[in-house]
């Protein structure tokens, strides 16, 4: 009961109901299929690959391998080669192109960067790890790139914050923090 309480709330905004749509969408997949794309998509990510999984029936710790693969495999990309295609985007005669960069870098690089600057490591692992909206693995790539954070800071920090985020994940979304919670009341 309790935990029906705070799921909104920890689910970040919609993540649930958007997952719901995208299992519906990929439902002619294999389920694990389904959860590693889930995975692989920029703003649902390991938050949106573990509700889909626990809606697809697929066992917590079998989900939580297509999650992690998934939501780490563009991450290379992002953090190697997301400025030069940015740098295109804003030289783009397509009006849209050009604002939607000139936005992602003011917020990639506006106030919650500086934290990131500030603490690099640190903040970019809980940046990442902490599933709220607006963070992840993708925008913690995507401001570490922008901020020049060196590889050998920034791959580690988003990976134990992919770790935190599936830990977190896998309490909210397979029920755990709903016995830890019963297991204290």
């Not at 190697?80 to 939607?100: A, P, Q």
């Not at 990639?108 to 490591?121: Q, S």
């Amino acid at each position: 009961m309790l935990m029906n309480l705070f799921t909104p709330m920890l689910l970040a905004g919609g993540t649930e109901e958007l997952a719901k749509r995208l299992t519906d969408m990929l439902g002619g997949l294999p389920p694990q299929a389904v959860v590693f794309i889930i995975s692989m998509i920029p703003i649902l990510e390991l938050r949106g690959g573990l509700i889909a999984a626990r809606l697809l029936g697929i066992p917590m710790f079998e989900a939580i391998g297509f999650c992690i693969v998934g939501n780490i495999l563009p991450i290379p990309f992002i953090l190697l080669f997301i400025e030069k295609l940015l740098m295109l985007m804003e030289k783009s005669r397509i009006g849209f192109v050009r604002k939607f960069a000139v936005w992602l870098k003011e917020r990639a690089t506006g106030p919650k960067a500086e934290k990131i600057r500030k603490y690099e490591f640190l903040g970019l692992l809980l940046f990442v790890g902490i599933p709220l909206p607006g963070t992840g693995a993708w925008t913690g790539s995507l401001i570490a790139a922008l901020l020049h954070v060196k590889l050998k800071k920034s791959i580690p920090a988003i990976f134990c914050g992919l770790i935190l985020a599936t830990v977190i994940m896998c309490l909210i979304s397979y029920g755990g923090l709903s016995a830890i919670i019963n297991f204290f009341s």
